[in-house]
């Protein structure tokens, strides 16, 4: 079957990763999901608070458990669940404990559906998970209810890059530097950003001109001074970074860029005093500590170095090369068997990266087959990949649509089936699985398929526009057109209504 109007057949996606602070319902008593409640469950929810504070997640976690069971419509204790195990999931990925976060934050939006701060939780874990395009959906609502919010925005510019859509995401993260100034990884993503994409002549002129119509922007002129660093123009870029300082002596982000500046000149003590002006003002970012880590080994400081990396590495314990400089300071204090341990733990973080690196590599090969109908190619592709990694499900969902377009439906629901086992939930295998069935006759598995879809991204659209369709062409006229109305106040779906 070919869906008029739904766009794409197939809708491809990537993966990605993005880390985000932790917020716990009770910090701010002005906020929604900090109202107090009543009795033992505000005991429960309290203590539970307490013990995420002091990082006793696991406490915690139980804790906001026990007072769902007393109050199972507790929109702050279902949120403060999700953020709780979205934490304990950062340091250690959990398939399960995700998809009971995720599920923890759709209840609660259920519940309260303008508490702002669960979108933004929601979107992490969505692509922890690699729903991307739930993803997208959620920090897009994440803008909508907070449109101030510079994390909001910040998420949605690096969702967006991470689906190419490059221009667009570099508005999103100059947007969050402008709510605030110094919010430190929204610069971090924006000069992630103009090295991945390159043509750095285009950012300067760009930026160039900008500094010229407000001259008096200390942010502005950071990075401007930073994007001159990564041209080779460094005494051009020390110059405008200290223009950024002069104007504001505190911004974090310009003494961070004037510090990583003055390394690369070999100006090691500025560097050192630069870098830890930074890292002081900004105590939470592990990448501002991890560059005066490393500054400080070479440099002699082996306790301080060590002391410093083991606070990034409690920020985020998935940081490889944090764990590598750590092993090399153990190692400086004949602490062998803690450099060994630290080691290992970076072989495993680098391999596993490579592993990633591997499966995006063979992810796009296969798409790029699936996009021109070489459904044979295809089919051979995902048979090297499923030997590689025989547990992936984009990889078994890619078989099964290879094995759809070459006609064996049969087949292709067992790997659509298999593919849900092993990323339950999945909505864009939840779409695609409702394409499959649907071109195969089962109408009713299919509409079955595009509610799972909805039931877990309600936005998304295409899946809006094949309900419709389904629905008005299995006879069911009034729910197709309320699917229809949907599905085009989204702009997913042109179909003409049926009479």
């Not at 869906?3 to 794409?8: D, F, T």
């Not at 090691?268 to 880590?293: D, F, H, N, T």
């Not at 593919?419 to 009713?444: K, M, T, V």
């Amino acid at each position: 079957m070919s869906w008029h109007g739904c766009g794409q057949r197939w809708k491809w996606w990537g993966l990605g990763l993005m880390l985000a602070a932790m917020r716990l319902a009770g910090q701010s008593a002005g906020s929604p999901a900090a109202r107090p409640a009543a009795g033992r469950v505000a005991a429960q929810e309290l203590a539970g608070v307490q013990l995420a504070r002091r990082g006793r997640l696991e406490p915690a976690r139980k804790a906001f458990l026990a007072a769902l069971q007393l109050a199972p419509n507790d929109a702050a204790a279902w949120y403060n669940l999700g953020v709780t195990d979205e934490a304990i999931t950062q340091a250690l990925p959990q398939p399960q404990l995700e998809a009971e976060g995720i599920h923890a934050l759709r209840r609660a939006l259920e519940l309260n559906p303008r508490l702002a701060a669960a979108y933004q939780h929601l979107g992490v874990l969505y692509q922890r998970a690699g729903w991307i395009p739930a993803a997208l959906t959620t920090f897009s609502q994440a803008v909508k209810q907070a449109p101030k919010s510079a994390l909001a925005w910040d998420n949605l510019g690096a969702v967006q890059e991470k689906l190419g859509h490059s221009k667009m995401a570099q508005s999103y993260f100059e947007r969050a530097i402008r709510i605030r100034p110094d919010f430190i990884r929204a610069h971090l993503n924006l000069m992630a950003a103009a090295s991945r994409q390159g043509h750095l002549s285009h950012w300067l002129a760009d930026y160039q001109k900008r500094v010229r119509q407000s001259p008096h922007d200390p942010a502005l002129r950071s990075d401007y001074g930073m994007l001159l660093a990564m041209a080779g123009r460094r005494a051009m870029a020390i110059a405008e970074l200290h223009q950024a300082l002069q104007r504001s002596p505190h911004l974090t982000i310009a003494l961070y860029w004037l510090g990583e500046v003055e390394r690369a000149q070999g100006h090691m003590q500025r560097a050192l005093r630069l870098l830890q002006a930074s890292a002081e003002q900004a105590p939470r970012q592990a990448g501002i500590l991890l560059k005066y880590g490393e500054i400080l080994l070479p440099l002699g400081h082996t306790k301080k170095a060590a002391q410093i990396l083991r606070h990034c590495l409690a920020l985020n314990q998935n940081n490889s090369r944090a764990h590598y400089l750590l092993g090399q300071a153990y190692l400086r204090s004949g602490r062998r068997t803690a450099a060994k341990a630290q080691f290992q733990a970076a072989t495993r973080l680098n391999n596993h990266a490579l592993l990633e690196q591997k499966e995006a590599a063979w992810g796009v090969r296969i798409q790029r087959e699936l996009r021109q109908h070489a459904s044979a190619q295809a089919l051979a592709l995902t048979a090297q990949a499923l030997r590689r990694d025989p547990h992936s499900a984009r990889f078994t969902e890619y078989r099964a649509i290879a094995l759809t377009e070459l006609g064996h439906a049969s087949q292709a629901r067992i790997d659509f089936t298999q593919a849900l086992r092993l990323s339950a939930g999945d909505p864009e295998i939840h779409f695609n699985f409702g394409i499959a069935l649907w071109q195969a006759g089962h109408a009713a598995a299919a509409i079955q398929q595009f509610r799972d879809t909805l039931r877990v991204e309600p936005d998304h659209g295409p899946a809006h526009c094949a309900l419709a369709l389904a629905l008005l062409r299995s006879g069911q006229r009034r729910q197709g057109r309320r699917e229809l109305r949907q599905a085009r106040a989204l702009g997913a779906c042109r179909a003409p209504v049926a009479p």
